[in-house]
């Protein structure tokens, strides 16, 4: 048997569970480097590599956020659409328990959680997705209508570009 490149993560398991095809870009891991870091690793458009963030309303109830790299959530627009008051960021260690991942390193497949989950509807416009494969410096590149099919999220329209 063939050795694996990756450490088999929990959102590996989750993706091979659902047999949906992807393929595995190790990349070396920056702190604080985000999508930029990402994309010029491997290669790819800053805008198909998506980001999971994970985010609480105002009732302190955690949800997830699928964006592009190149464009930040708009929060008021996104409480908005949820029907909450505010939504905001959480901090590190409350993302690590809802979803059983290290920040940097958070995947929307496998979390420990399950958690409502929005997604830029535009990432279905692109052909192919590189999004976190469950730990850091490693995404998995898929066909964005596989993430929805596993993931069932709503579709907003709640990005905005990065300043």
């Given at each position: 048997?063939?050795?694996?490149?990756?450490?088999?993560?929990?959102?590996?398991?989750?993706l091979?569970?659902?047999?949906?095809?992807?393929?595995?870009?190790?990349?070396?891991?920056?702190?604080?480097?985000?999508?930029?870091?990402?994309?010029?690793?491997?290669q790819?458009?800053?805008?198909?590599?998506?980001?999971?963030?994970?985010?609480?309303?105002?009732?302190?109830?955690?949800?997830?956020?699928?964006?592009?790299?190149?464009?930040?959530?708009?929060t008021?627009?996104?409480?908005?659409v949820?029907?909450?008051?505010?939504?905001t960021?959480?901090?590190?260690?409350?993302?690590?328990?809802?979803?059983?991942?290290?920040v940097?390193g958070?995947s929307?497949?496998?979390?420990?959680?399950?958690?409502?989950v929005?997604?830029?509807?535009?990432?279905?416009?692109?052909?192919?997705?590189y999004?976190?494969?469950?730990?850091?410096?490693?995404l998995v590149?898929m066909r964005?209508e596989?993430?929805?099919?596993?993931?069932?999220?709503?579709?907003?329209?709640?990005?905005?570009p990065?300043?």
């Amino acid at each position: 048997m063939a050795k694996e490149k990756h450490s088999v993560t929990t959102a590996v398991r989750a993706l091979r569970a659902a047999h949906v095809e992807f393929t595995d870009h190790l990349y070396a891991y920056e702190e604080h480097g985000g999508t930029e870091v990402c994309a010029r690793e491997l290669q790819v458009d800053e805008h198909a590599v998506i980001k999971t963030l994970i985010m609480e309303d105002d009732k302190r109830q955690p949800l997830v956020v699928l964006m592009h790299g190149d464009m930040k959530v708009s929060t008021k627009e996104l409480a908005r659409v949820v029907g909450v008051k505010t939504v905001t960021p959480c901090s590190p260690d409350t993302a690590n328990r809802h979803t059983g991942y290290l920040v940097g390193g958070t995947s929307p497949f496998g979390m420990r959680k399950q958690m409502p989950v929005y997604m830029e509807r535009s990432i279905l416009d692109l052909p192919r997705i590189y999004i976190n494969g469950g730990r850091r410096g490693y995404l998995v590149g898929m066909r964005p209508e596989d993430a929805v099919t596993l993931l069932n999220p709503t579709l907003v329209n709640v990005g905005i570009p990065e300043a």
